[in-house]
């Protein structure tokens, strides 16, 4: 069982970037999939979330409601978070995570079974 978040990168502020996350098991799409960031020195922040299955159901943190957008394909076992605006207060070390309970995305990262190794993510200003 291995998650493995990728696509992240340098990039100016106002500029888009698309993280992946892919699921080494093929009943991934069993799974709510949420994606966190952790900055240096501080907690771990929920960014967003989908629900499992073809639901389609989306939460966002707040500070990214409206320029991130998460998004599943389920054929091909990933979830992506499109990125767009970005703003150098976005720089973080990014984390996918897949949570097997069934329920409304969960917001805390204990509520997670599986962590891909995290993608860092820098925005300069």
């Known amino acids: 069982v291995q998650l493995q978040a990728s696509g992240g990168g340098l990039v100016q502020a106002g500029a888009s970037l698309r993280l992946s996350c892919a699921a080494s098991?093929?009943?991934?799409?069993?799974?709510?999939v949420g994606w966190f960031r952790q900055a240096p020195g501080k907690e771990r922040e929920f960014v967003a979330g989908i629900i499992r299955w073809n639901g389609g159901r989306t939460y966002y943190g707040d500070s990214v409601q409206g320029r991130f957008t998460i998004s599943r394909d389920n054929a091909k076992n990933a979830v992506y978070l499109q990125m767009n605006s970005l703003k150098p207060e976005d720089t973080a070390v990014y984390y996918c995570?897949?949570?097997?309970?069934?329920?409304?995305?969960?917001?805390?990262?204990?509520?997670?079974?599986?962590w891909g190794q995290g993608t860092q993510v820098t925005v300069s200003s």
């Open positions: 995570a897949a949570d097997r309970s069934v329920g409304p995305v969960a917001t805390m990262p204990d509520a997670y079974d599986y």
């Open positions: 098991w093929r009943t991934f799409n069993d799974y709510t």
